[in-house]
T-cell receptor
């Protein structure tokens, strides 16, 4: 079974802190994604990566950056956390453009 | 850009009954995929069913089936013989076909409650 693991299920951070959300997949997938989930808005794409060291902005990249130094790991970085970044963050991966995506269990981030 | 709309924020159904969740989408593409994902309280997103736009036949997976109307850009999910374990948030999603980096575009979600 494909496994997508997010490093934390719950995080509480202070305003202005630099925050790292980590995602690891164990199936040699090419594509990885970070989504943000908010009530009434569904899932919105923040960034995605289709290969190591490659990244593309999604629909809401402001205030975020990403890093993909190794194929299995895709990190989401909040350079200076703000209260409006309090949300659920979901990581996903897939082999390529023809196959289904697999999701991690989400990180619920609260910025106080 | 593609958009996906789920107009029912909440739905409820009696156990063993049938419920239909609605989804519409907007695209100028002719080749694409549509999905229904389920997110139970555990937060784990689970793929329920997938439909290729070039296929006229509606996809079916056990108690789950879709009504895909390409011209109307409608993609509804029917759950038959509803079970308590079907209670979850359901998301409709769209993806372009074949592009390596193509992303999933999601609707707002429908929270389904199953009453015993």
């Amino acid at each position: 079974d494909v496994k997508v693991t997010q490093s934390s299920r719950y995080l509480v951070k202070r305003t202005g802190e630099k925050v790292f959300l980590e995602c690891v997949q164990d199936m040699d997938h090419e594509n990885m994604f970070w989504y943000r989930q908010d009530p009434g808005l569904g899932l919105r794409l923040i960034y995605f990566s289709y290969d190591v060291k490659m990244k593309e902005k999604g629909d809401i990249p402001e205030g975020y950056s990403v890093s993909r130094e190794k194929k299995e790991r895709f990190s989401l970085i909040l350079e200076s956390a703000s209260t409006n970044q309090t949300s659920m963050y979901l990581c996903a991966s897939r082999l390529d453009g023809y196959t289904e995506a697999f999701f991690g269990q989400g990180t619920r981030l609260t910025v106080v | 850009a593609q958009t996906v709309t789920q107009s029912q924020p909440e739905m409820s159904v009696q156990e063993a009954e049938t419920v239909t969740l609605s989804c519409t989408y907007d695209t100028s593409e002719s080749d694409y995929y549509l999905f229904w994902y389920k997110q139970p309280p555990s937060r784990q997103m689970i793929l329920v069913i997938r439909q290729e736009a070039y296929k006229q036949q509606n996809a079916t997976e056990n108690r789950f089936s879709v009504n895909f109307q390409k011209a109307a850009k409608s993609f509804s999910l029917k759950i038959s013989d509803s079970q308590l374990g079907d209670a979850a948030m359901y998301f409709c999603a769209y993806r372009s076909a074949g592009t390596s980096g193509s992303r999933l575009t999601f609707g707002e979600g429908t929270q389904l409650t199953v009453n015993p």
